[in-house]
C-alpha cells in the first residue's frame, strides 16, 4: 500500500533537519574510462578512513578493523552517519543487510545529499514491515530543495537474509538506481523542457536509521513494537569510482566526468539493462508519481510524458 506521500515529506523533512548501472556489455572499456574520469576507489574501503558516525550516541559502530559499520535504534534514539568526502558525479555502491524480522515502523534511510535548503538529494529509503512482509523501497529524487517525485518497489529477495548492493549512477544525463547491478529506476536529465536536474552541487553519502511509525508501514496503522529493539542495520564493501570535491592531483574536472559512454556517444543504458529495468518496473514497482491522477490532477510533471 503506498504511503501518505504528503506526510511522508514531512517526516523526511524532520529527518534532514536531523542530518541525524548501468552495466556496460564492456567491462575493460567501462574500468578504463572511469579511471581516466574518476579518483577509483582502488584500495580496501575502510570505514573508518571513509565516514563519520554524526549521531546516535554509540548507536553507530564501526567493527571488525573498519569492514562494517552498523546502525541501531531503540526508543530512545536512532543513529547516523555521513562521508567524509563530497562527490560530483560517479557510482557509489553499498552492500546493506536490512533490519530482520518486525522491522514495521523503521526507516533505514541511504542517499545523497548536498547542504543547505535548495538542496540536490538522491535516495533511496526502506520501509520496514511486519515479520514475513516485503520492505518497500522508496526512492525520491531532490533538486533546488524540491523532491515529491518518488517512485516506490518492492523487492524480489529478501533484504534482511544477506548483504545486497544498491548504487547510485549519477553524472550529468542521468541518475540511476541500482540493487545488485539491476537497474530499477532511471532519472534523465531534461533541463532542455525545464525540468531541473542535480548536476551543480556536490554531495556527501549519509544513512541513518529511525522511528516513522506515524507513516512508514501502511500508512501508520502498524507501530513500531519496542519489544524487538534494538532494530539494526548493517553496511560493508563501500566503493565510490567518483570525481571528488575538490578534485585531486591529477583528477579530471568533475563537470566533464562521465557525459558520455567511452566511444563520446551520448550516455544510454544498453539494451539488456533497458529490459532489466522494464522488467522491475513492470513487476516490482508499487507506487509512481507519474500515474497518480488524484496527487496531479491538472496534469502530471513535464518529465512524466517525456519518459513514457
Known sequence: MPINIKLKASCAQTHRQKMGFFVYSRN???LRFLTTLFLITSSKANFFQDFDITWGEGRGKIVDNGDLL???LDRYSGSGFKSKKEYLFGKIDMQLKLVPGNSAGT??????SSEGQNHDEIDFEFLGNLSGDPYTVHTNVYTQGKGEREQQFRLWFDPTADFHTFSVLWNSQTVLFLVDNTPIREFKNLENIGVQFPRKQPMRLY???WNAD???TRGGLIKTDWSQAPFTASYRNYNASACTVPVNPGQAACSSAANQQPDNRPWKLDPVSEEKLKWVQ???M???YCTDTKRFPEG????CTAHA
Not at 526507516?107 to 545523497?112: D, F, G, I, N, S
Not at 502530471?300 to 518529465?303: H, L, Q, V
Open 28 to 30: 575493460a572499456l567501462l
Open 70 to 72: 552498523t546502525l541501531s
Open 107 to 112: 526507516v533505514t534511510a541511504y542517499y545523497l
Open 207 to 209: 544513512s541513518s536509521i
Open 214 to 216: 506515524q507513516w512508514a
Open 282 to 284: 513492470q513487476n516490482y
Open 286 to 288: 508499487i507506487y509512481n
Open 300 to 303: 502530471f510533471p513535464p518529465e
